[in-house]
């Protein structure tokens, strides 16, 4: 594990969780008898990091779940028992895992090719044909393919699957994936059982966070989606990290999942099509932009701290001139990359003229292209969907600036598919915030 991930372990109604460091900034101390789970902190405001605690809460900080190498690198072994979790394994430390059963080079890269090219996509021994039987058998005995349980598949009118999984924990995950007349196929993919971040307009939000996901159990999802929909969309060409969580906030498994995708002799994604996104936090995103060639995109979504403090609680900690400050000066090192900010346009909350014309100048100096999203309704939501006119007139006075923009439309939605559709929250969820005066009459008489 990097050293940012460093942990510290917090209390709160008998329930532990372990948390990075860098996160508990400023921490507070927290009731007792609270019944949340707290993973940020500010001044000002606390932050739902999950519900009450289901029984396997703590399951990813279980250190009997991880091995490590003789060279100190983490490697992720089954929750059932000791198997390595093969999907969890970047190509040199599969190498070095296979050598050290004794076996040469080459049967890592056989092995390789066989769980992520050649239209294979192995999830069991049977499949691995043309390796070494005695390779084979030491596979069987320690190692385990599969990190992910297909659960379900649903199918949207506009040809979108959402797929759920069951993870080894029995907690749920899901999985879109996009078809695209363009040739383009997408699969969106999960990166925490739920979200700390408590964005407003986000049914995922609402759930809270239950635990991280694993690089196997992330890199799974976009090998599930080529094994299961390859033959129905053509290649699987677009990685996005849009799912459920916030894919920054598990910063370690998400660099390590996108490298395995990019590895050209694997999944083989190019790293301009792999996006991961982030609702901003400021020292993850600066590291990502060091380490990883993925395309970065940025949830945006409002002009003003005030309204961005409401709708996206991270805005608190880290202010939008931080956040863009940073991009503007991290991106001038960078040579031909452009950062995507997506804005979901909430009616008469952030798609006003005087929106239109900030965002403008709050983008400038970044090389960015931006997209306005429709926002897609769930239950429990007082935000009402920007008609589709008004976007277009926004779009235009973004497009008239100068600014590349494009207008992203609702996908799968009648399957809650769509952008901030996903997970099921429980009884008890992240608490709605309190809703700035100038709004409350348009929160209102959308209720």
Known sequence: MRNWMSTAVGAVANYTVVLPIPLLSNRKTIPRTSPYLISILTPTRRFLSASSRPSSFTAHHN?????YGEDGHCVTTSRKGSKVLLKGMTY????????????RPGQAMMLWKRMYGNNIWAHHIDELEGLNKDFKKMLSENAEFKALALKEIHTASDGTRK??????????????????????????????????????????????LKRHLTAAEIVEQAVFARRLLTSDFGSITNVVFMGMGEPLHNIDNVIKAADIMVDEQGLHFSPRKVTVSTSGLVPQLRRFLHESNCALAVSLNATTDEVRNWIMPINRKYKLDVLLETLREELSFKHNYKVLFEYVMLEGINDSNEDAKRLIELVKGIPCKINLISFNQHSGSFFQPTKEERMIEFRNTLAGAGCTVFLRLSRGDDQMAACGQLGKPGTIQAPLLRVPEQFQMTVGSSA
């Open 63 to 67: 250190f009997s779940d991880y091995g």
């Open 92 to 103: 040199p430390e599969l190498q070095k895992w296979v050598q050290s059963h004794g076996y």
């Open 163 to 208: 797929i759920l999984f069951t993870l080894d924990d029995g907690l749920i995950i899901e999985t879109v994936v996009i078809p695209c007349d363009r040739g383009r196929t997408t699969v969106c993919v999960s990166s925490q059982v739920g979200c700390a971040m408590n964005c407003q307009f986000c049914y995922t939000g609402r759930m809270g």
